[in-house]
């Protein structure tokens, strides 16, 4: 569940429909992943799963496989 909200939103975001997530996804492999594209995309993931991440929290995301782990720590929390 958490990986098919993610596709949506990082198609959305980047304006790629072409995206496939996986969990060493990086920005490097994403053209339009810049720090604007990515904040945006973070205020998204907020909006979707109503979590909340600090700046700390999101200067530690390395890839797709560190924010899935960090959502679903938010979720349970």
């Known amino acids: 569940m958490i990986i098919?909200?993610?596709t949506t939103i990082f198609r959305k975001v980047f304006n790629d429909e072409t995206i496939v997530l996986?969990?060493?996804?990086?920005?490097n492999d994403v053209g339009?992943?810049?720090?604007l594209s990515h904040m945006?995309?973070?205020t998204d993931v907020e909006n979707t799963f109503s979590i909340k991440f600090s700046?700390?929290?999101i200067n530690k995301l390395k890839d797709v496989g560190?924010?899935?782990n960090l959502i679903e720590l938010k979720l349970v929390a």
């Open 32 to 35: 339009s992943w810049d720090s």
């Open 40 to 42: 945006l995309m973070i």
């Open 55 to 57: 700046l700390r929290e």
């Open 4 to 6: 098919k909200k993610l």
């Open 22 to 27: 996986n969990s060493e996804l990086t920005a």
């Open 66 to 68: 560190t924010l899935i």
